[in-house]
């Protein structure tokens, strides 16, 4: 699994671990949406485009 301070670029499915959150209906809605919005303006796929915001997220927490 990447270290959120290498970017490496995206791992592979089979090295990709799952994390599962509970949000109310809006915000997972928001997500996904915001997902899509940055697959579609960037061209990358939805798996590149989690894991950019699960780094920029723990960058931002500085974790």
Same mark, same amino acid.
């Given at each position: 699994?990447?270290?959120?301070?290498?970017?490496?670029?995206?791992?592979?499915?089979? *090295?990709?671990?799952?994390?599962? @959150?509970?949000?109310?209906?809006?915000?997972?809605?928001? !997500?996904?949406?915001?997902?899509?919005?940055?697959?579609? *303006?960037?061209?990358?796929?939805? @798996?590149?485009?989690?894991?950019?915001?699960?780094?920029? !997220?723990?960058?931002?927490?500085?974790?």
């Amino acid at each position: 699994m990447n270290n959120p301070q290498d970017n490496t670029g995206p791992c592979s499915l089979d *090295e990709l671990s799952q994390i599962k @959150l509970f949000v109310p209906p809006n915000l997972y809605s928001a !997500f996904h949406r915001c997902v899509w919005i940055r697959v579609n *303006e960037t061209g990358k796929n939805q @798996l590149e485009i989690m894991q950019e915001m699960v780094e920029e !997220f723990l960058k931002k927490h500085q974790c």
